[in-house]
Structures are given as structure tokens and as C-alpha cells.
């Protein structure tokens, strides 16, 4: 945790230490605003610090995120975030300055919301059985689904170590994982190494396009699984159906709480009209690692249709 408190100045980091001392398995965020208190967020409850932040600390909180070259990060701070090292996300709101239609840059930066990303060890074993097909040593194409905060990074991280390495309990052989890592979330790779456990046979393409890395994935390094999270745009489409023309299964996740938000959005219902997934797995948002709720394609009609066994 001394690593993401380095970012704070000194004292909301003596603050935050002070409060989160013997929680730290269960923090989940730390949001500042300015003028307004810290707000710690747990697991369990949520915590607020009576301190008042101010503009110029919330301003020296960015530039000790960016390493003092602010200019640097400006493409990601558009897209209203920073991924740092350790795969945490920094979300960050103020005045968008737009050109052309796009966002390019955030002025008056207002608040910053450092959620904590953690690799929990066996959390997609729930889903496994629904993922992973036996007779063929491969998997489902999948699309992983739940609000945002619900843990699908986390999710998503846990079953690639698992598929890349094999599962022994499942007499699943380990087989070739390429990850298109946009912004840093999944592996957290550090001058190259990924600084969480990806597996034995992940490859890793991070800081680039999903679009544009599954396709350098597929020329390159051979896959039969690619993984992206948070898909979205219709780039995205085009890649994904790309893939899975070329042979690779898919495990992707998107941002949704129920069927009919995916079909409201016109990006991932163009991808079920052209039966891409296989399964549509719901994540619960209130047990992390449990699903809610799983639609399968049944091939006779190509309609995706409910499933009760979770």
C-alpha cells in the first residue's frame, strides 16, 4: 500500500496511513475532492477522513501521478483516467476541454478516485465450468458482464492465470493466452514484466488500441484465447470478429447490469446479432466472484436464452 500512498502529499497520506492501518485487505477505494473530506471506501463500509482537501494538494496529487511531466499523461487523462504502477486506476473529473467532438484534456481538475486493484487468487473458479470446454481443451467465447466496481478486471486476471497454466483439478492443458492490455489494469506490467501472475503461456501487448493489439496478438504470437477488457466501440467489433474468423476463442468483458442494457447498447448488440459469445455471463455485484445470472446461443435458432444452473 506504501506505493500508492507515495502519491498523496504528506499530509493526507499521514491521514489515510493513520485510518487504513488495519483494513488494507479490504480497502477498496480513496477518493479526494477538493474542498470536501477523503473518503475511504472498504469492502464493508465506507470511512470519511475530516479533512479538507484542497485544490493545490489535489493538483500536487497529479503531478506526483504523472511524474511531474503532466503533458506526458494527456491522452489519459482525456479518457478521464491514469493507470498506475500496480494496475490501479485513477479516475479523474474537472472541466473537459473538447475539440472536434473529443475530450481532449481535463481542466480544473476537481477529484481524484484511486481505485485498488489486487489479485485475488481463485476468484474465477465459480465460473470455470461455464468457461471451459473439456473435450476439446479450449474454452467459450465469452463476454464477462456487471457494473462498474463489481470486480471483472479481477475476475478476468484470475482466469487467465488459470487457463495459460492449466488446472490440474480440471485436467485442463495450459494453452497460448495473448491479452491486449489498453491501459495497464490487467497485468500491471512494470519495464515489461507483468507484476501480477498472468500465467505460464500469457503474452502481453499493453498501451495500445484493443483493436490494434488482437490483431498484432494474431499475426505475431499465435493464440487460441484472446482477452481484452471492457470492450465497447465499434473498432472493437471489427477486431473481435476478426479473431474469432481467425481461429481464437475471446474471453471480453463490458460494462452492463442486465440483458437489456447490453441491448441497448448498439456496440454489443451488433456483436449478439452476429452470435460472437457463445455465453453471456452475468457477475453479481454484491458477492464478488459469484454470477448472477448466464445466457448460452442455442445454435438451432441463434437466440441467446437464459440457463439456471449457476
Do not use: W
Not at 487523462?77 to 484534456?105: A, D, L, P, W, Y
Not at 495450459?174 to 503474452?203: C, F, H
Not at 460494462?255 to 453479481?284: A, R
Amino acid at each position: 500500500m506504501n506505493h500508492i500512498l507515495k502519491y498523496f502529499p504528506d499530509k493526507i497520506e499521514k491521514k489515510i496511513a493513520e485510518e487504513i492501518l488495519d483494513k488494507l485487505d479490504t480497502l477498496e477505494e480513496i477518493r479526494i475532492r477538493a474542498q470536501r473530506p477523503i473518503i475511504l471506501k472498504f469492502n464493508d463500509c465506507e470511512k470519511i477522513i475530516k479533512y479538507t482537501v484542497t485544490t493545490d494538494e489535489i493538483l500536487s496529487c497529479l503531478q506526483m501521478i504523472c511524474e511531474n511531466s503532466i503533458y506526458t499523461y494527456q491522452n489519459q487523462i482525456s479518457e478521464g483516467f491514469i493507470t498506475i504502477k500496480g494496475g490501479h486506476r485513477v479516475g479523474i473529473t474537472g472541466s473537459c476541454v473538447i475539440e472536434q467532438g473529443k475530450v481532449i484534456n481535463i481542466n480544473y481538475i476537481y477529484s481524484l478516485n484511486f481505485r485498488i486493484a489486487r489479485q485475488v487468487v481463485g476468484c474465477s473458479n465459480k465460473l470455470l465450468k461455464h468457461i471451459v470446454n473439456l473435450e476439446d481443451n479450449s474454452i467459450s467465447n465469452t463476454l464477462l458482464i456487471a457494473p462498474p466496481g463489481a470486480g471483472k478486471t479481477t475476475i478476468l486476471r484470475d482466469l487467465i492465470r488459470q487457463i495459460s497454466s492449466g488446472i490440474k483439478e480440471m485436467k485442463f492443458k495450459a494453452i497460448n493466452v495473448g491479452v491486449v492490455d489498453e491501459r495497464g489494469e490487467i497485468s500491471a506490467l512494470y519495464k515489461g514484466i507483468p507484476q501480477n501472475d498472468m500465467g505460464v503461456k500469457t503474452d502481453v501487448i499493453e498501451n495500445v488500441h484493443k483493436s490494434i493489439g488482437i490483431r498484432m496478438l494474431i499475426r505475431s504470437m499465435a493464440p487460441k484465447v484472446i482477452v481484452a477488457d471492457e470492450i465497447g466501440n465499434k473498432d472493437d467489433i471489427e477486431a473481435i470478429h476478426y479473431a474469432v474468423c481467425s481461429g481464437c476463442k475471446g474471453i471480453f468483458t463490458a460494462h452492463g447490469g442486465s440483458i437489456e442494457d447490453v441491448l441497448l447498447n448498439p456496440v454489443l448488440k451488433n456483436l449478439l446479432n452476429m452470435h460472437v459469445f457463445e455465453k453471456l455471463i452475468f457477475l453479481d455485484m454484491n458477492q464478488k466472484g459469484n454470477i448472477r445470472e448466464i445466457y448460452e446461443i442455442n445454435k438451432k435458432n441463434m437466440t441467446y436464452e437464459k440457463v439456471g444452473d449457476k
